[in-house]
């Protein structure tokens, strides 16, 4: 990626390296080598990694010197969907799955669902990372949004229970420390109401099926948000996360109005 694009192609194209957090120094070793040519966000699998430890949470305390060191870079961090260790469970419900993710059987994708997301955001807020490192920047990418409602009112319901358990309120953790992508089938102006006008960014993927053909034209579906709230959705969200300048700083200035002939550059 590095040799074929850089890292920050003509400071327009932001290249997304992945890390592997299952030993720590050497993911500090990858995050520094990252940083030191030019990075502007990375990935790490929504997922527990197998360590020396064996299998862990990237959220637990012994973890905490390479988020540290995010928190220091300034980084933002994506958490890509991916294949969760959850196929092992679902394998004693059917044969493996083939490699092919778009042949899987309804049943893998009902049983799959979003664990993989939810359970890592949960990890991080549960797990204390997120209240250690309140100033990291997390977002979902590809992931849709269907899992946020019902991680919220877990949350919620256990903060009520345990609230021992939470130095800090765990859904205002969330709204301070992620940013969602959700799919075009969902309800933008839903999420922006559940997460934050700010959390919100516009994503494509296509042709994945969760893509559209002219991807500029997914400001149809921010469906109930006005014309300034589309354009936070549409690019500046994902520059406020990215930490680029935008247009207008101003969270309350109105917007021009985005033609359907426009091209996002996010």
């Known amino acids: 990626m590095l040799e074929h694009w850089t890292y920050a192609y003509q400071d327009r194209i932001f290249s997304t390296p992945i890390i592997n957090c299952a030993e720590v120094d050497g993911a500090r070793r990858e995050l520094e080598y990252i940083l030191d040519n030019g990075a502007q966000v990375a990935l790490i699998k929504p997922a527990p990694v197998k360590g020396l430890r064996g299998w ?8 905490d010197p390479f988020w540290r060191d995010v928190q220091d870079a300034g980084l933002p961090i994506v958490l890509h969907a991916s294949q969760p260790p959850l196929d092992e469970y679902v394998n004693r419900w059917e044969p493996p799955a083939t490699a092919n993710f778009m042949a899987m059987s309804s049943f893998r994708w009902l049983a799959l669902g979003h664990r993989e997301i939810s359970d890592m955001i949960g990890s991080l807020i549960c797990h204390g990372t997120l209240t250690r490192f309140p100033r990291l920047r997390i ?9 946020i409602r019902p991680l919220l009112h877990d949350l919620a319901e256990l903060n009520k229970r345990m609230p021992q358990n939470f130095p800090e309120d765990p859904l205002a953790v969330f709204r301070r ?38 991807p500029s034209g997914y400001w149809k579906y921010a469906e109930g948000m006005d014309t300034r709230r589309t354009r936070d959705f549409l690019g500046d969200n994902a520059r406020r996360f990215l930490g680029r300048p935008i247009e207008n700083p101003d969270p309350a200035a109105q917007y021009p109005p985005i033609p ?7």
């Open 139 to 147: 977002a979902s990418v590809e992931n849709g949004s269907s899992w």
């Open 177 to 214: 420390n992620i940013w969602v992508s959700p799919f075009w089938e969902g309800s933008v102006a839903d999420v922006v109401e559940t997460v934050g006008w700010d959390r919100v960014m516009f994503g494509s993927d296509y042709p994945h099926p969760e893509g559209l053909p002219e």
């Open 260 to 266: 359907a002939t426009t091209e996002s550059h996010t």
């Open 56 to 63: 862990r949470s990237p959220a637990l305390a012994e973890f």
